[in-house]
């Protein structure tokens, strides 16, 4: 398998700490790929270690499948932490100061303004824009040079709901047009709704990467029905699928298998002349899977 990022047992030790500790990450292109874990666990480390802004002490990155870090790098845009803006300069102003990195024609420029929503700013100074102004003049600087990977670090930190929005759907639609990305958070919802894949990241060590329709599997919910028969109720359910994987007490029957249509199980228990009485859903939530693997 190609990937259009990957490292080997990366290592970033701040004096005798590892905030990057052996990581090997793995992002396809066209993958969305979720950073996610607690504060300090070592995201914004990977992150400047991947763009080149700070270097490892052991370990190794590739990105697009070769070693030349630098020529490969010229393809990503990135957004760590506060975008580094010229307050005093309006969102062309400041387009334009960037582009010199990446020279792009003045019709390009508006082009990227419309796109995050700044086409309307004029004269407008950055000291006099919102946080969600910023960070979306962030992205559009992000975008000079066309990249073909992006790097955000919690790019919605701090903004409100619509401003969540707006961003979440700037990032579906460029990952619509080809972009990879890679999104830091320690918030599920920052993430829940884009990501295609996830990086669980804890004390600078990767615990698990996973996608997500691996996620919504294992989260996929057991069912606990409560009957006057326990024990019918579970042999009910064994004739009309032997594979099902079940446990009952006097009164209840537990399913763990994956069931599509919970209904179903209702009409077999019916059908066999076992009453039911509750049918309930006992999911491992979402947000369970995630803070178990953060470390609590
Ligand atoms: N420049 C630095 N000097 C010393 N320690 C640092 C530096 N940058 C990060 N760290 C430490 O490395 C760990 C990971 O930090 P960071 O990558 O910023 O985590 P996250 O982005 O997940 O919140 C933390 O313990 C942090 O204090
Ligand atoms: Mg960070």
């Not at 090997?24 to 992150?47: C, E, P, V």
Request: with cysteine; charged share 30%; hydrophobic share 40%.
């Amino acid at each position: 398998m190609e990937y259009i990022i990957e490292t080997r047992a990366l290592t970033k030790r701040y004096g005798n700490k590892s905030a990057v500790d052996d990581m090997s990450i793995h992002i396809k292109r066209g993958d969305i790929y979720g950073l996610i874990g607690k504060n300090g666990a070592g995201k914004t480390t990977l992150m400047k270690l991947l763009l080149g802004l700070t270097f490892a002490d052991r370990g190794e990155i590739r990105l697009f499948g070769g070693s030349d870090l630098d020529g490969a790098r010229r393809k990503i845009g990135s957004l760590i932490e506060a975008p580094a803006l010229y307050r005093n300069e309006n969102a062309f102003e400041n387009m334009k100061r960037f582009s010199i990195l990446a020279p792009t024609p003045d019709e390009e420029i508006h082009k990227l303004l419309a796109f995050v929503g700044l086409e309307n700013t004029g004269r407008k100074r950055v000291r006099e824009f919102s946080l969600g102004m910023r960070q979306r003049l962030g992205i559009a600087v992000a975008l000079l040079g066309n990249p073909e990977i992006l790097v955000l670090d919690e790019p919605i930190n701090g903004l409100d709901p619509s401003g969540i929005k707006d961003i979440r759907d700037m990032i579906l639609e460029l990952n619509k047009r080809g972009v990879t990305f890679v999104i830091s958070s320690h918030l599920l919802d920052e993430l829940g709704k884009v990501a295609t894949n996830y990086g669980i990241v804890s004390n600078g060590v990767l615990i698990e990467e996973i996608t997500a329709g691996e996620i919504d599997r294992k989260c996929k919910t057991s069912v606990k029905a409560v009957t006057n028969n326990g024990e019918e109720a579970a042999r009910a359910l064994r004739r009309w699928r032997n594979d099902l994987r079940l446990e009952n007490d006097e009164k209840s029957v537990f399913i763990s298998s994956e069931i599509e249509d919970t209904s179903e199980i209702a009409s077999v228990l019916v059908n066999a002349g076992v009453r039911v009485y509750e049918l309930r859903n006992e999911s491992v939530g979402l947000e369970d899977f995630f803070i178990e693997r953060m470390g609590g």
